[in-house]
Structure formats: structure tokens, C-alpha cells
């Protein structure tokens, strides 16, 4: 079972105020979704689009605003799909088109992707059932995950339903942690005592597993996987890697205050941009 650290007051109060202020993303300006869209098809008009860890639903609002017919979004978290659906206000066309799922993707990955065909088969029946009618539903046209797979002990059977809900073709948009930043037991910029140099306190890179540390409140648990694990798992469930971009800064972006220099010493997101071999 995932840890459910959104719905612990500590951490979400903090996710609010400090990282997420208004569950609204300014994408036009949002150095990460610059990149991001990079790996998505130019159009996502009358797709039907699958959001892995929605969070608090910013995606899925894109992705209707350009034309998509349908997003099952997805999350673990009560918290994060309440706010979500406060964000989506009176528009109908959000209420129409997205379909906000709680549910733990490391328990059954297969249940809470269940393409909208399918969710009056996944009822309260047994596993097996709603794999069945999961497999019966029209394909996803696109999926898309951000800062949620880095999470996943079970990375491997939530990759393969993912695969297993797409279309032949289709992408899937991924964005974990960089396993340079999640390797270290103890995640830290450290100084040379001598030069006052400083670097990233890069450590354990191939010990893949279980990290716990603290950020925005203690005991937040994630998975350290190297870039090859990941690797391993997507090729393996049948996706192809059509590009891969690490997020470093631009000179621009680091003379605009868009960034930090702390940055430049270590890459936070890796982002890959997968397609389902026909």
C-alpha cells in the first residue's frame, strides 16, 4: 500500500501553502511544463486521456481546455481530488469531461485506471472482474504522470496496466524524481572545507529502494530507482523511449530568477516521453 502522505494535515497544509498556493498553474510561464509539453502530441483534441497522480487536477483541466473528450484522473489522495474539484469552479465542461478517481495504484493498479467504458464493471467486485472490464473498455489515447511514480513500490504492475489501457501508438508522459536526487540516504548540498566548493552529496545511486526523508514534514517515503531500473520497467511493459530530457537550467532561465544556482548542481526531474510499440 502507497503511503497517503497528502491526506496527513502536517504535510498538506505545508504542500499548500509553500509549493502549491493555488492549485492553479500558470503554464505559459512554468519552467517544468515547458519541457513537459515537449513530450506530448501536438494535439490532444477528442483524445481520451488518463492522469496518474493528479494531484490537485491541473493536467486534466489543460488537457479538456485543448479539446480532450474525456480524462480519468487519478490520485491516492482525498485531499488532492477535493481541491481539484474545487479548482474545476461551475465549468460544465470539467464537470462533463473529468472523471476525479480515489484510489491506490500500488494496491491495484488496474482497478483505479479503468478506462470510463469500464468503471461501472469495476463496482465492488474482485480484482480479476475489473481487469476484465478494464481490458473491454476503449483504449486511452494518451496518458501522463507527474512527480507520482517515484512513489510506487509495485512500479512495474501500475506501468503494465498503463500499457495495457493505451492504444497502440499512444504516449505516455512520464516526470519522476531524478534518481541523482533520490539516490542519497541523507539528500544534501555540502561544502569542501577547504575551497567552499559545493556540490550534491551524490551517494547510493545503485542501492535502488526504499528512501525516507523529510521535506515540507518528516517521514515522507519514496522509491530511489536508477535511470536503467527505470528504464527496465518501460521497455519491458512494451513502451518504446521516444525522448528523454533531464530538467538543468538555461542561462536564461538562471538570469530570469527562474531558478537557483543550487540547480546547476545536480539535476530534480527526469522526464521521458514513452510510446506503446504497435
Not at 497517503?4 to 503554464?27: C, H, M, P, Q, W
Not at 478506462?115 to 476484465?132: L, M, V
Request: charged letters at 25%.
Amino acid at each position: 500500500m502507497s503511503q497517503n502522505i497528502y491526506d496527513r494535515e502536517d504535510f498538506f497544509t505545508a504542500y499548500s501553502e509553500v509549493i502549491d498556493r493555488s492549485g492553479r498553474k500558470d503554464l505559459d510561464k512554468d519552467v517544468l511544463w515547458k519541457r513537459l509539453r515537449t513530450l506530448l502530441p501536438e494535439s490532444v483534441a477528442g483524445f481520451h486521456v488518463l492522469d496518474v497522480g493528479c494531484g490537485s487536477g491541473w493536467f486534466a483541466r489543460w488537457a479538456v481546455d485543448h479539446g480532450a473528450a474525456s480524462v480519468t484522473a487519478v490520485d491516492i489522495s482525498h485531499n488532492m481530488i477535493r481541491k481539484a474539484r474545487a479548482l474545476n469552479g461551475d465549468d460544465p465542461a470539467y464537470a462533463a469531461r473529468i472523471d476525479y478517481r480515489i484510489a491506490d495504484l500500488d494496491a491495484d493498479p488496474t482497478g483505479g485506471i479503468a478506462a470510463a467504458g469500464a468503471a461501472a464493471g469495476a463496482g465492488a467486485g474482485p480484482q480479476e472482474s475489473r481487469a476484465a472490464a478494464a481490458a473491454a473498455a476503449p483504449p486511452y489515447d494518451l496518458a501522463f504522470s507527474s512527480l507520482t511514480l517515484h512513489y510506487l513500490a509495485g512500479l512495474g504492475a501500475l506501468v503494465g496496466a498503463v500499457h495495457a489501457a493505451l492504444r497502440p501508438g499512444a504516449v505516455f508522459a512520464v516526470n519522476v524524481e531524478h534518481p541523482v536526487y533520490t539516490a542519497p540516504r541523507r539528500p544534501r548540498v555540502v561544502a569542501d572545507a577547504a575551497t567552499g566548493e559545493r556540490s550534491w552529496n551524490f551517494s547510493a545511486y545503485h542501492d535502488e529502494g526504499e528512501r525516507v526523508v523529510d521535506w515540507l514534514a518528516p517521514g515522507l517515503r519514496k522509491q530511489h530507482r536508477t535511470v536503467q531500473g527505470y528504464l527496465d520497467v518501460f521497455l519491458g511493459a512494451g513502451f518504446d523511449l521516444a525522448r528523454l530530457v533531464e530538467l538543468l537550467p538555461t542561462e536564461e532561465e538562471l538570469e530570469a530568477g527562474e531558478f537557483d544556482e543550487e540547480e546547476l548542481l545536480r539535476p530534480l526531474f527526469l522526464m521521458m516521453g514513452l510510446r506503446k510499440r504497435s
